[in-house]
């Protein structure tokens, strides 16, 4: 069954580091999403992606969060400066049209 | 707006016994509702989805929910618990069906006794 893959599985940066993370999503989709879960609090929104544009956005995803599909298959959220707080699980997701969302495995991001 | 809550953020059963993992829901409009079970270093996958048909949904893995719209509930029920079955569970409500932009709840840690 298609998979919807995320690299790296985690990742460690320092505080105000730019850092990129990537995602495949299932080949066929159409929409693609990004959400965060901080350790022990929900799964969160963070935006979702529709032909080549930000279709939707949530307050988390400031300025200083940024996503691309620079090719027929990436999907990548960049953090342009990043803080303590945005130390989390990155889940990307994607969809055809009707769903279900299909979930990668996550990227574990520690900013210290 | 939508939220969820799930009521009880760990539940332990023994093997064999009846699961059950409660969510209750807010939504303005007719809400689309999802269960997703997350194992330990995996993503998210969906277990059942309710939109709008039967109210009583099945899913994978023995597992199935009912919608009951006098309680805006969605209560995720299994007849008999598995060692397997161990993982974090997540309810999520959503405005449409497509597109969607999910609002989980905060998750119940299954817990399996042997």
């Known amino acids: 069954e298609p998979e919807v893959t995320q690299t790296p599985s985690h990742q460690v940066t320092q505080m105000g580091q730019e850092v990129i993370l990537r995602c495949v999503p299932i080949?066929?989709?159409?929409?693609f999403y990004w959400y965060r879960q901080i350790l022990g609090q929900k799964v969160e929104f963070l935006v979702s992606?529709?032909?080549?544009?930000?279709?939707?956005k949530s307050e988390i995803f400031d300025d200083q969060f940024s996503v691309e599909r620079p090719d027929g298959s990436n999907f990548t959220l960049k953090i342009r400066s990043t803080k303590l707080e945005d130390s989390a699980m990155y889940f990307c997701a994607s969809l055809d049209r009707e769903g279900p969302l299909h979930f990668g495995n996550g990227t574990r991001l520690t900013v210290t | 707006a939508q939220s969820v809550t799930q009521l009880g953020s760990h539940v332990s059963v023994s093997e064999g016994a009846l699961v059950l993992l409660r969510c209750n829901y807010s939504s303005s409009v007719p809400p689309y509702l999802f269960w997703y079970v997350q194992y330990p270093n995996q993503g998210l996958q969906l277990l059942l989805k309710?939109?709008?048909?039967?109210?009583l949904v099945k899913g994978i893995n023995g597992f199935e929910a009912e919608f009951k719209k006098s309680e805006t509930s969605f209560h995720l029920t299994k007849p008999s618990a598995h060692m397997s079955d161990a993982a974090e569970y997540f309810c999520?409500?959503?405005?449409?069906?497509?597109?969607?932009?999910?609002?989980f709840g905060q998750g119940t840690r299954l817990t399996i006794n042997p």
């Open positions: 080949s066929n989709h159409l929409y």
């Open positions: 999520a409500v959503s405005r449409i069906q497509g597109a969607q932009k999910l609002v």
């Open positions: 992606f529709y032909n080549n544009e930000i279709s939707e």
């Open positions: 309710y939109t709008s048909a039967a109210t």
